[in-house]
């Protein structure tokens, strides 16, 4: 289930997941935690030069493989490429969406690992070994996360251009607290920003989503 | 964004080794890629120091009291940290917590907070020229936008230093653990020597050599002590960089102010130490009119810029909101 790989996600110790160290295709990368082991694994004739304890990635693109919603997915990167460019244009998944690209407006927010990340502001490099959620994760099918099913009942949007950053931060949010006070989903949610300013509905649809199991 | 190859280190030395003149150290990359992004950094190299948790990462508090904070930890982990309950490093805490977004928080790491580069709009910008970048011959902000920029301290740039957390340590007393090209070269500064003593227009940013790496933040086991507080004002109440900002530690004894420590942060190119004001109320009865003088005096060397003056007022306000929390008289 989804929901259940989301709360794993959010429970789980910082860098345990970054420990699994990932085969792509045709480039061995490594997690974080374990760097010198998974290094010492790592086949250098693919693509990676391997030198005196330092692997590098060349410029250029070279095949990674991210964890995805729970599936591996093989995208070609280079070491500049950043998450959101590598979902949204290696990966077909569009849903995260670009639009400062500087980390200010929390449209392209996602979770690392459970946590609210600027897929911007990420390289895809050090997305490699770790649980990315994506808004195309949430929903079981064709049914809703409570939070999303909360915005559509809520109404909480207008152009719907920032929803989807919106939206995971208020899953964020419910995982850090089951039952947020007003005050704690404005915090958790200060990182995205609505031209249309729908903000009221938004808090709203995230005190709905609470009362019904989206923080559980 | 220009074209870089990426290093993966095994090691704090390989990173190390592995650094030089055309390289930029990694962690979160918050700072780093923007800079990319803008063209402003052009590094051959981007070395990875994000893989190297074993030997940058962690909080330990040590059996005397003291703190380890690895260069890695994130800001919301330090902002949610166990091992910083003790009201005394409440400062810190409240700096973290209140830093930049949740996304930006849960990724960006302490070194990383220390060793960014400033805000101003004409560095940040390749369309416009800039004595700090060399791009140009004299300082733009100094005469045109300003409202942002340095009340004091200020040499031909007028920037201000960005970092919730230094004021915060800054006052707390806190040390940095330095590591060179080879392990014996490691050595521990204060926080306040982390930045240059002159911050001139080209002028680094931070004192550390293109091959060392800020491993760890050090906090004495005397920051425990007391209570500390930190409180900014921004522009955008949901989150925003700071215009002003003040870190404040204070020991109260008896109904008297036994030890103070103050910072001020986003006023200078540098965090910016209030130790007269320290001195000034130490042994003092705490209350708000004794605070509000020593802000006052504080804030008279203050040199306004055109669009800045605002800082005066609003940075007194600030200080002495933060002085009234570390000494429990809030509310």
């Known amino acids: 289930m989804r929901d259940r790989d989301l709360r794993e996600g959010g429970s789980r110790p910082s860098g345990f997941s970054r420990r699994s160290f990932l085969k792509g295709a045709s480039v061995a990368a490594v997690g974080t935690g374990l760097a010198t082991e998974a290094l010492a694994d790592a086949a250098p004739t693919d693509g990676l030069i391997r030198e005196d304890g330092v692997t590098t990635v060349p410029k250029g693109a070279l095949e990674i493989t991210l964890r995805v919603n729970g599936e591996d997915v093989a995208v070609t990167v280079e070491p500049r490429t950043t998450l959101l460019d590598a979902l949204r244009d290696r990966a077909g998944l569009t849903g995260t969406k670009k639009v400062c690209d500087r980390g200010a407006c929390g449209a392209c927010t996602l979770l690392l690992d459970g946590k609210p990340a600027n897929s911007c502001l990420t390289l895809a490099w050090d997305a490699v070994g770790r649980e990315i959620t994506t808004i195309e994760g949430l929903a079981d099918g064709e049914n809703l996360h409570p939070v999303q099913q909360a915005f559509v009942e809520c109404d909480a949007l207008q152009c719907g251009f920032c929803t989807p950053g919106m939206v995971m931060s208020s899953v964020a949010c419910l995982q850090k607290h089951a039952t947020p006070t007003p005050e704690q989903i404005r915090h958790e949610l200060s990182g995205n920003i609505c031209r249309c300013g729908t903000y009221g509905r938004v808090f709203e649809a995230v005190a709905n989503a609470a009362k019904n199991g989206g923080g559980r | ?331």
């Not at chain 2, 001139?200 to 931070?206: D, G, I, S």
Request: charged residues 25%; aromatic residues 6%.
């Open chain 2, 1 to 331: 964004m220009n074209a870089f190859e990426l290093s993966l280190p095994d090691t704090l030395a390989d990173a190390a080794r592995k650094a030089g003149p055309n390289s930029a150290f990694k962690a979160a990359g918050i700072d780093l890629i923007d800079r990319l992004k803008e063209r402003i950094d052009d590094p051959e190299t981007v070395v990875d120091l994000l893989r190297l948790r074993d030997e940058l990462g962690g909080i330990q508090a040590t059996a005397n009291g003291a703190v380890r904070l690895g260069a890695l930890t994130t800001l919301q982990e330090l902002a949610d940290a166990t091992a910083l309950d003790a009201p005394g490093f409440g400062a810190l805490r409240e700096a973290c917590g209140e830093a930049a977004t949740p996304q930006v928080r849960a990724r960006a790491t302490l070194g990383g907070n220390l060793l960014q580069k400033n805000r101003c709009w004409y560095y940040r910008s390749n369309a416009f020229s800039c004595a700090h970048d060399g791009s140009g011959d004299r300082c733009l902000a100094w005469h045109g936008e300003n409202k942002f920029h340095a009340l004091f301290g200020t040499v031909d740039c007028v920037r201000v230093h960005p970092s919730n957390a230094a004021p915060a340590l800054v006052a707390l007393g806190a040390e940095v653990e330095i590591r060179g090209a080879d392990a014996d070269s490691s050595r521990r500064i204060p926080i306040r020597a982390l930045y240059p003593q002159s911050p001139a227009a080209r002028a680094p940013e931070h004192v550390l050599a293109d091959e060392e790496i800020l491993v760890a933040v050090h906090l004495p086991a005397s920051a425990a002590a007391g209570r500390s507080a930190y409180r900014e004002s921004r522009e955008k109440l949901s989150f925003d960089w700071a215009t002003t900002a003040a870190a404040a530690h204070l020991v109260v004894e008896g109904g008297k102010i036994a030890r103070a420590s103050v910072c001020l942060g986003a006023v200078a190119p540098n965090p910016w130490p209030l130790d007269d004001v320290a001195e000034r109320i130490t042994g003092q009865t705490p209350s708000r009119e004794l605070f509000a003088d020593a802000a006052r005096r504080a804030f008279r060397r203050a040199q306004p810029l055109r669009h800045n003056a605002y800082k005066v007022e609003v940075g007194q306000a600030i200080l002495v909101d933060a002085l009234a929390a570390a000494a429990g008289l809030e509310d």
